[in-house]
C-alpha cells in the first residue's frame, strides 16, 4: 500500500481524479483503503496496475494473492 500511496501523492490533483476514475474508484476511497490497510479486491488491484503503468503492481497491493500463477503465459 506503501507504493499506492506515493503513487498518489506524486499525481497532481487532476491526474489523481483522472486516474481513480480509470480505476472505477475515488480518491477518497483509496485513501481510506491505504490507511486502515483494507483488502482491495483482485479487480481493483489489476485496474491500479494498468493504470499506474504497473509504478503499483497487484503484488504491492495485495501479496496474499498467487499473482505469479495468474500471470503465467502457458496456462491451457
Do not use: H
Not at 486516474?19 to 477518497?28: I, L, V
Not at 479486491?41 to 499473482?67: F, H, M, T
Amino acid at each position: 500500500m506503501e507504493k499506492l500511496l506515493k503513487f498518489l501523492n506524486g499525481l497532481a490533483k487532476v491526474e489523481r481524479a483522472l486516474f481513480c476514475g480509470a480505476c472505477g474508484t475515488s480518491e477518497r476511497y483509496l485513501r481510506k483503503a491505504i490507511s486502515i490497510q483494507q483488502r482491495l479486491g483482485a479487480d481493483l488491484c489489476i485496474n491500479i496496475e494498468r493504470e499506474s503503468k504497473q509504478a503499483v503492481r497487484c503484488e504491492d497491493l495485495r501479496p496474499d494473492v498467487d499473482w505469479a500463477y495468474i500471470r503465467r503465459t502457458d496456462c491451457p
